[in-house]
């Protein structure tokens, strides 16, 4: 039994000769009786129940290897790193993800290059083109726009450790002081690196020092993927993008930077977060609407009219940023208008301050018995 949030979820399979299937029984306290909420029997299925992008579970395990054993025979496509860490056995799971970084650095012959996408503000970001990761350092120095320290971004990446990711912000492994073969790096990516992030990355001879990085699941960034996608798919990963950002709020979280450049694409469709420098508790957060210009020379002027202080959030912004066009615009709009208007986040800070602890479950309200009786 693994107990996540408000479910126990029962972990067993079916067998027919040498095929397993898995049979996950969600289990709920409705009123002083356990109620089955969900049944799950696909690999699919059981596979997102452990995501990269949940928090981990709490589990009474005499033998942890032997239950990741189990495990990986219904998941066989999850890292044993993934599993241990998805059980909270951060250690064993970090030591099983490095093994299996330079086994593939040493046998694959693959050369680090700049991760796709745009580049980041306080994250130089690479990856390794057939790895499933993605690797972040902290860049020296950030533009004036960024109002942010070192330790800042630092300190906001633990606390996303200690949150509920409500399967909406990518986990993460922390490392120091790993050294790798220069040949391995391209020149476009060290020239970069040198560039930015000096204090962090050192050249010594044929070798390079990487004395802090974070390393996390690589997916597809959205901004890319809406524009590569069928217009159906990017117009379902635009609407869940709309619950991600709605998902984060009932969790107390508000995103902050909500640059499409910021969320990823899983290959399960699923929109997530990644860029944690601008993170903050929604109940922190002041939302205002934009007051009426006295003048019209004050709305036409380049600078607010008004003052504005470090936790004033205006929602009217989003749609001015939308970077959405067209028929994904008006789907958008269609699906998630109440983002931009103070009355929703109002109403979660509210839910929040009162101590509601929101559902999040990690399958489909069509997959819930619950819910269609």
């Not at 057939?130 to 004036?144: E, L, M, T």
């Not at 220069?182 to 970069?192: I, K, M, T, Y």
């Not at 944690?276 to 609407?289: M, N, Q, V, W």
């Amino acid at each position: 039994v693994l107990i996540r949030n408000k479910a126990a979820y029962v972990i067993g399979r079916a067998r027919c000769g040498e095929k397993l299937m898995p049979m996950v029984l969600a289990i709920l306290n409705e009123e002083g009786e356990l109620v089955v909420d969900a049944v799950l029997t696909g690999e699919e299925e059981t596979s997102i129940v452990f995501s990269f992008a949940r928090w981990y579970f709490h589990a009474d395990i005499a033998s942890p290897r032997e239950v990741i054993g189990f495990l990986h025979s219904l998941l066989p496509r999850k890292r044993i790193a993934e599993l241990y860490v998805s059980l909270g056995y951060h250690k064993h799971g970090k030591t099983e993800f490095f093994r299996d970084l330079m086994r593939f650095v040493t046998q694959s012959g693959e050369q680090f290059v700049i991760a796709p996408g745009q580049p980041g503000l306080v994250m130089s970001v690479f990856t390794l083109p057939s790895f499933q990761f993605v690797f972040k350092v902290i860049r020296d120095y950030f533009p004036p726009s960024k109002s942010t320290t070192r330790d800042e971004v630092m300190q906001k990446y633990r606390e996303v450790l200690r949150h509920d990711r409500v399967g909406r912000l990518v986990d993460f492994q922390e490392f120091e002081h790993l050294t790798f073969p220069r040949q391995q790096f391209s020149d476009e990516l060290l020239a970069e690196l040198q560039g930015t992030a000096s204090r962090t990355v050192k050249v010594e001879g044929d070798e390079v020092e990487i004395r802090h990085l974070y390393i996390g699941r690589r997916v597809t960034p959205l901004d890319i993927y809406v524009g590569q996608a069928s217009t159906a798919e990017a117009a379902a990963a635009v609407i869940d993008w709309g619950y991600t950002l709605k998902d984060l709020a009932a969790a107390n979280i508000f995103a902050g930077d909500m640059l499409l450049k910021n969320f990823g694409v899983t290959r399960h469709g699923r929109v997530v977060f990644y860029d944690y420098d601008e993170i903050a508790p929604l109940g922190s957060c002041r939302f205002r609407k934009f007051p009426p210009a006295r003048t019209p020379e004050e709305e036409m002027a380049a600078e607010p009219w008004f003052s504005v202080a470090d936790e004033d959030v205006f929602p009217q912004e989003l749609a001015t940023f939308l970077e959405l066009r067209g028929e994904l615009r008006e789907v958008f709009e269609q699906h998630h208008a109440d983002l931009f208007g103070t009355a929703f986040w109002r109403a979660l800070q509210e839910r929040n301050a009162q101590g509601e602890v929101i559902d999040f479950f990690p399958y489909t309200t069509d997959q819930r018995l619950l819910a269609t009786t």
